[in-house]
Structure formats: structure tokens, C-alpha cells
């Protein structure tokens, strides 16, 4: 079993910055990606950015250029960096940890409880 727990959420006003963190812990298995996804109110849940466990980085074109992916050097701990942001980034945000398949989908897949981000002014 996976534990996912997400922070750093809040209220920025358009074109400020937030920090997402969340720390992974129990059994993570070799070849897991780690990533983030959004949902925002009445819509779907999309994914945003992943980070595989070799390093490659994929983000959506929406978030492309804006938001950056990272992990430390433990790799048990995954951040999202969301720059210039816009009132459309406005959702809940969830940290994912997957395996067995290719980006956005697994056959396992672990999720968080999510943060709100809320971009307004």
C-alpha cells in the first residue's frame, strides 16, 4: 500500500506562484511514475504533469512552460512548482503514484486527499 499526502495549496492572486509537496510512503515499487492531476468544479479529473522513476518529465500542453515537476534525491518526495498562474488552474490537485501502464493511466493507481488551489483575485 501506497500513503499520498498533499500540501501547499491556497488562494494566489492571476500570475502568482504556489508550491505543491507530497511526501510518498510504504511499499513503492521500481519503474512507479509519479504525477500530478486536477479537478476542477463539474469537470473531469485531467492529468498535469508526471515524472517517471527514470527521470522524464511530461506535462500537459495547458501547463507547458508554467508548472514544473520535481522530486528530491530520496525520490519519496514529488513537488509541483506552478508559476504565472491563471484563474483556470483554479481545481483540486492530486498527487498520484502509478504502475504497470504508460502516462496518464495505470493499472494501479494511488491517490491523495488533494489541496485546493484557487487562482483569483
Known amino acids: 500500500q501506497v500513503q499520498l499526502m498533499e500540501s501547499g495549496g491556497g488562494l494566489v492572486p492571476p500570475g502568482g506562484s504556489l508550491r505543491l509537496s507530497c511526501p510518498a510512503s510504504?511499499?513503492?515499487?521500481?519503474?512507479?511514475?509519479i504525477g500530478w492531476y486536477r479537478q476542477a468544479p463539474g469537470k473531469q479529473r485531467q492529468a498535469v504533469a508526471g515524472?517517471?522513476?527514470?527521470?522524464?518529465?511530461i506535462y500537459s500542453d495547458s501547463v507547458k512552460g508554467r508548472f514544473t515537476i520535481s522530486r528530491d534525491n530520496n525520490k519519496t518526495t514529488v513537488y509541483l512548482q506552478m508559476d504565472d498562474l491563471k484563474p483556470e488552474d483554479t481545481a483540486v490537485y492530486y498527487c498520484?503514484?502509478?504502475?504497470?501502464?504508460?502516462?496518464?493511466?495505470?493499472?494501479?493507481?494511488?491517490w491523495g486527499q488533494g489541496t485546493q488551489v484557487t487562482v483569483s483575485s
Open positions: 510504504g511499499r513503492l515499487f521500481s519503474g512507479y511514475t
Open positions: 498520484m503514484a502509478g504502475y504497470s501502464g504508460n502516462w496518464p493511466t495505470y493499472a494501479y493507481m494511488y
Open positions: 515524472l517517471t522513476h527514470g527521470g522524464a518529465t
